[in-house]
């Protein structure tokens, strides 16, 4: 190797400065972003680890590459642990991100210009869902269905009536900002219905799954696609899991299909997250993180708060703030006392994605802290106080120190495990 100094202080301070300093925030805020968790030290080791070093396109024991004897064992592992983990028949581990999963589980069993239901953005779906300015929304024929205008929920019976006229070729079930627990059975009974094909996107509530506090999909639908980032607590990342009647249309639309060499220091970070993911302690977690999800909506309601659908069953919930102050300037108040929230549309909003009328928070990250109940009570009234008084500084004074003390009470990746850490 080169005589070249290699500690990245060295090499690079101001990259080395950027890594400090974002640890600094991590540990000194409250990350309630729904979508976002802290991966465990384990996970972190081996995603910067050597397995960057090698290319790996193909499959275990059908590479294009020598020199991918360490990778297939770590890819066959990840497989095998993805598998047991949720019950499935067949898993791609390859996937780089949700929408590269979305892509190729489309690309494998659609033709360009099918049509598809999936859940509006503006409801709580995602880009790759079919929003037009995606992939997704260009490349095929979408239709979209959406949340009760009285309920807020969605009322499948409504639904129905779509598919019936619409006739997809496939359902998607799914959504990024949907507070209610989705009946995957009664989703399937109704695609059977349809002789259309169903795929849920699991990303946000895959550790919810995996743990057995949601129900899984995998007995209802064709594909099932996730993040593995989310709630599951690993890497940055994503899979592919179906029948395993198209596994072979799976793996070849992601590779040689979408994708070419796979980041198979990812995939062993993979393994590593779903072995964690089979452990009590995670699954403890899980059903932690929804118990303090509820906590939190009980204390947002009881401070005349309106929460889109009146309350959640899962990790994240949603507060309208039309009446308030829009969710941007909201998102940018909290973030000023150590609290990250993020702005969102809610259903029917009247306002614009970019200054939108509601704020989308969740429990995961504060879980994997270590935080309950009590804790959420506190959090909670933070909130609350500020999304009443945004301007008060004295408010803002006491909360910031507040949380403050939260986070030192509930340290994330000590001193000592700094150098894994960033």
Not at 47 to 68: D, I, K
Not at 148 to 172: A, Q, W
Not at 381 to 397: Q, T
Request: with cysteine; hydrophobic share 40%; proline share 4%.
């Amino acid at each position: 190797m080169s005589t070249m100094p290699q500690l990245l202080s060295h090499v690079d301070p101001e990259i080395s400065a950027v890594l400090s300093g974002e640890l600094e925030r991590q540990r000194n805020t409250l990350m309630m972003i729904p979508s976002e968790n802290y991966a465990s030290l384990a996970v972190l080791q081996a995603q910067g680890s050597v397995m960057t070093n090698q290319y790996a396109e193909g499959y275990p024991r059908q590479r294009y590459y020598n020199g991918c004897r360490f990778m297939d064992e770590a890819e066959s592992l990840a497989i095998s642990r993805c598998k047991e983990l949720f019950g499935a028949e067949h898993a791609n581990v390859q996937l780089n991100t949700g929408a590269s999963a979305n892509m190729c589980a489309y690309y494998a069993l659609l033709n360009h210009g099918d049509k598809i239901m999936a859940m509006d953005l503006n409801h709580g779906g995602h880009l790759t869902h079919g929003k037009d300015i995606n992939f997704s929304g260009k490349y095929y024929n979408f239709v979209s269905y959406g949340v009760s205008e009285k309920t807020e929920v969605l009322e499948l019976d409504e639904i129905r009536e779509l598919v019936k006229e619409h006739k997809p070729r496939m359902i998607v079930v799914g959504a990024s900002a949907y507070p209610r627990v989705l009946d995957f059975e009664k989703w399937h009974a109704m695609a059977a219905e349809a002789g259309a094909l169903l795929m849920a996107d699991i990303s946000h509530i895959a550790g919810l799954v995996a743990a057995g506090v949601h129900p899984s999909p995998i007995p209802w639908c064709d594909v099932v696609t996730s993040t593995t980032h989310k709630t599951l607590r690993g890497p940055r990342g994503a899979i592919i899991m179906s029948k395993e009647q198209y596994a072979k249309q799976i793996d070849k639309a992601v590779f040689p299909g979408i994708q070419a060499g796979p980041l198979m220091h990812a995939i062993a970070a993979k393994a590593v997250c779903f072995r964690e993911a089979m452990g009590e302690e995670f699954r403890r977690d899980q059903k932690q993180t929804v118990a303090n999800c509820k906590v939190l909506a009980d204390v947002f309601v009881k401070r005349g708060f309106r929460l889109v659908t009146g309350g959640t069953d899962n990790h994240l919930l949603m507060i309208d703030l039309e009446n308030r102050i829009d969710g941007k300037v909201a998102a940018d108040h909290l973030e000023e006392v150590g609290i990250v929230v993020n702005k969102n549309m809610i259903p029917f909003d009247t306002r614009t994605p970019v200054r939108p009328s509601g704020i989308r928070l969740g429990t995961p990250a504060l879980t994997t802290r270590g935080m309950k109940e009590g804790e959420m009570e506190t959090i909670g009234g933070c909130i609350a106080d500020i999304l009443a008084n945004p301007e008060s500084g004295e408010i803002k004074d006491r909360v910031k120190s507040e949380i403050a003390e939260l986070c030192a009470a509930f340290p994330l990746y000590r001193e000592a495990e700094t150098a894994i850490a960033v």
